[in-house]
């Protein structure tokens, strides 16, 4: 598949895992520079790992942070300013019903 990305810098935030991993290494393999956020430093450098081995070539920035944290969102914002594309892909899910859940546990989601 070629989505003309080629050249493009991408930040996927959530990346350590799941929907964000495969996002950031589509738009690896797509030809983007990636910028990868998540909480978890051993799933960044996991997925860095991985990222390389699919596409050695492969230009590949990691930040670590809880972008629950007014600073932390700042720390991204300015490391990323030269992003194309930005995946918020951030988030974490309360327990419990919609029902149950009041606004405060709504924004941490």
């Known amino acids: 598949m070629d989505l003309q990305l080629d050249g493009k810098r991408a930040l996927v935030t959530g990346a350590s895992k799941g929907i964000g991993r495969a996002i950031a ?38 930040h670590t942070g809880d972008l629950s944290s007014s600073k932390d969102q700042d720390a991204l914002f300015e490391a990323c300013r030269d992003a194309d594309i930005v995946v918020n892909n951030a988030g974490a899910a309360s327990a419990g019903s919609l029902e149950e859940t009041d606004e405060a546990g709504w924004r941490r989601s």
């Open 25 to 62: 290494e589509t738009l690896a393999a797509e030809g983007c520079s990636v910028d990868i956020a998540s909480r978890s430093r051993e799933g960044l450098d996991r997925v860095t790992a991985g990222i390389a081995a699919m596409v050695p070539s492969a230009e590949i920035r990691t």
